[in-house]
C-alpha cells in the first residue's frame, strides 16, 4: 500500500500563508499542517484547525523565528537581545556545540509551545521542526519526551531519501545552486540523528517510512511532483510543502519562501497532480492514521 502524507509546514506563520494552507487542504492533496504556537496568525490558524476535521495538525517547534512562547528571560540562551529567536539551524548548531545553548531551556519553550496548541482545543496529530531544528543534536531526545509527555503519536524524522530526492528533482529548477545546497543539507541532517527512526521506535513514537521535500524547499516544480506520485515506494511517505500567500506580514519577515508559496499552492491543486494520486491507487493520509498503526 502506498500511502502520502503531504504536509504544510507553517500554519500560523501569517493570514496568508493559512489562507493558502486552507485552500490546499481543500482543493488539494494537502493532508497535514504543522501549527507555529509562536506565529502572528496562530489564532486563525486554530480556528482554521477546528473547521478542517480532515486536516491533520501537529505542533511545528521553533527555535528559530519570532517571540518565544515562554518568558523570553526563562529562555535567555535562545533569545537575542531583543527577546527574539535569532539564527537557522547552522548557528544553533554551533551554539550547542559551544554549550551557549541550554538543553532545559528548549524543552521548556518547546512544553509552552505544544501546551499553547492542546490549551486551544487541538490535540497534535506529529510533532515536527521548523527548519529541521528538532533534527539537531540533543533536541531529538527532547521532542520525543514531549511526545510521550502530551500523549502525541508521531514524529517527523527529517531524513530524506536520495531516491525520493532524484524523483522529486527535475534537474531544470530556476536557481539549481539552492537545490544542491538544499540537497547537502539533508545529507547533513541525515548524519546529524542517523538513528532517530530507530530512538522513536524505542519511545514507542510512530513517524513515517520516507520522507522528502528538503532539497526541493521552494523550488517545487509540478514535473517533479508529477514523478514522484508515479515513482512512491510501498508503506508511509511524508512530502513537506510550504504553500501561501505572500502577504505583507510574510514580506517582512526574513523567510525566503515568498512567491514559491503560491507556487506550490498551484501544484498541489492542481487537477493533473490530483489524478495522478487516484490513478496510481496513492492514499492520501495524515500522521494520525501513522499513530493509530503503532
Known sequence: MKNLIVNADDLGWTEGVNRGIAEAHRNGIVTSASLLANGVAFASGVELARSTPGLGVGVHLNLSDGAPVAEPE??????????????????????????????????QEWDAQIEKVKSAGIQPTHLDGHKHVHML???????????????????????????????????????????????????????????????????????????????????????????????????????MSHPGYADQDLQNTSTRLQASRQTELEILTDVEIRNIVASQGIRLIDYGFVASEI
Open 74 to 107: 526563562a529562555v535567555n540562551s535562545l533569545v537575542n537581545n531583543a527577546g527574539q529567536f535569532d539564527g537557522g539551524p547552522e548557528s544553533l548548531l554551533l551554539r550547542i556545540a559551544k554549550r551557549d545553548v541550554m538543553l532545559r531551556e528548549v524543552e
Open 137 to 239: 543534536p540533543g533536541l531529538f531526545e527532547i521532542a520525543l519526551r514531549l511526545a510521550k509527555r502530551y500523549g502525541i503519536g508521531a514524529i517527523r524524522v527529517a531524513h530524506e531519501a536520495s531516491s525520493l530526492r532524484a524523483a522529486l528533482s527535475t534537474g531544470d529548477e530556476a536557481n539549481t545552486t539552492t537545490v544542491l545546497k538544499q540537497g547537502v543539507q539533508a545529507r547533513g541532517l541525515k548524519l546529524l540523528a542517523r538513528d532517530a527512526r530507530e530512538q522513536a521506535e524505542r519511545a514507542g513514537i510512530s513517524t513515517a517510512d520516507h520522507f522528502c521535500g528538503i532539497a526541493q524547499t521552494g523550488e517545487m516544480t509540478k514535473e517533479g511532483v508529477a514523478r514522484l506520485l508515479r515513482n512512491l515506494p510501498d508503506g508511509t511517505t511524508e512530502l
